[in-house]
């Protein structure tokens, strides 16, 4: 499995993974939640051990970016790392 980053840290670096992949994070969901990327699961289900290890779904790659990229060009100015992050947050517990 893939190294455990904060949230955050996967927010600010979405760019950088395969947009097929999923984020898995700790619940509950915030900005200091463990979480790890993880390959696109065909079964649709999480791999055990990432169960076993308490991360839960949180969105895909692809998602997460495109979801950014509509938000941010409503804005009149650029939103932080920490409001991406929070805004993320809230698209995936009530909007996904």
């Known amino acids: 499995m893939g190294a455990v980053l904060t949230l ?21 969901f915030t900005e200091n939640s463990a979480t790890m990327i993880i390959p696109d699961q065909e079964s649709g289900r ?13 969105l895909e790659v692809f ?10 060009t409503d804005l009149n100015v650029a939103p932080t790392l ?8 809230q698209y995936a517990k009530n909007d996904s």
């Open 46 to 58: 999480l791999p055990e051990e990432v169960e076993r290890r308490g991360f839960k779904y949180f």
């Open 8 to 28: 955050l840290e996967a927010v600010r670096d979405l760019a950088s993974f395969d947009g097929a992949s999923v984020i898995c994070a700790a619940e509950p």
């Open 82 to 89: 920490v409001e991406k992050c929070a805004r993320l947050i």
């Open 63 to 72: 998602i997460a970016r495109d979801f950014l990229e509509d938000w941010v």
